[in-house]
C-alpha cells in the first residue's frame, strides 16, 4: 500500500471520528452504522442551518421562483426584500460561500507528522459537493477554501502524556488534542495582487 493510500485511509478515519464528535456536541440523532457521507450532510446542515430532507416534500407554500419575500429583524420590522431562490442558486450559493479563499498559514502540531510537506485533504457535502486541496505545512503562507479550513481547525489527533501517581508510579494517559496551528491573515492587498500576478506571469514567461 502506497504512502498517498495510507494518508488518505487516516484522513477519512480522522474524517469519521471528527463528524462523530461535532454531532455529540450538537446533540445529532444519529444509528451507530450511518455512512460517513450521510453523517458529513447531517453535520454540515446543521452547521449551515438547514435541515436536511429525512421526510416527506412539504407541502407548496404558494411562494413561487424568483418572487421576493419580505426581510425582518428580530423585533418583527420589515427591514427589506429577499429574492426567493430555487435549489440550484441555493446551491450555487452554498459553493460560493464554501470555496471563498481564506489566507492562513498552517503548522502541524502532530510529531508523526514531522516529516511531511503537507497532506491531501479533502470535504464534501450534498449541497457543495467536494472540495480537495493540498494544504502546506510549516507556516508556508497559502490560500484555503474555508468548508476547509473550518474542517482543519476542528480536527484533533490523539497523543499520551505521562504522568506519575502518588506512589511514583509513572502512567500514560490518551488525550485528544488540535492538529493543527491555523494563523488567519489579512486579504490581500490590490496591490498585492498586482504584484502577485506579475511575478506570476515573469515566472512563467521565463519557462
Excluded at 69 to 77: L, P, Q, R, T, Y
Excluded at 95 to 112: F, G, P, Q, W, Y
Excluded at 118 to 133: P, R, Y
Amino acid at each position: 500500500m502506497s504512502e498517498d493510500t495510507t494518508n488518505q485511509e487516516t484522513l477519512v478515519a480522522d474524517e469519521r471520528t471528527l463528524l462523530l464528535q461535532r454531532a455529540d456536541q450538537m446533540g445529532l440523532k444519529y444509528k451507530k452504522n450511518i455512512p460517513t457521507t450521510k453523517l458529513r450532510d447531517l453535520v454540515e446542515g446543521k452547521v449551515s442551518g438547514e435541515k436536511l430532507d429525512t421526510k416527506k416534500p412539504k407541502k407548496d407554500t404558494g411562494i413561487k421562483e424568483g418572487a421576493t419575500k419580505k426581510v425582518k429583524d428580530s423585533e418583527g420590522n420589515v427591514t427589506g426584500t429577499a429574492k426567493v431562490l430555487n435549489r440550484a442558486q441555493i446551491k450555487q450559493m452554498r459553493r460560493r460561500e464554501a470555496n471563498k479563499l481564506v489566507r492562513c498559514r498552517i503548522t502541524c502540531m502532530n510529531d508523526s507528522k514531522k516529516s511531511w510537506q503537507g497532506e491531501i485533504m479533502a470535504v464534501s457535502n450534498s449541497l457543495v459537493g467536494e472540495i480537495k486541496k493540498f494544504v502546506p505545512f510549516g507556516g508556508v503562507e497559502t490560500h484555503i477554501p474555508e468548508m476547509l479550513l473550518n474542517v482543519i481547525q476542528d480536527r484533533q489527533f490523539q497523543t499520551f502524556e505521562t504522568k506519575k501517581d502518588g506512589k511514583g508510579n509513572t502512567t500514560k494517559k490518551a488525550k485528544n488534542v488540535k492538529e493543527f496551528s491555523v494563523e488567519i491573515l489579512p486579504p490581500l492587498t490590490e496591490k498585492q495582487l498586482n504584484d502577485l500576478a506579475t511575478k506570476q506571469a515573469q515566472t512563467r514567461s521565463v519557462e
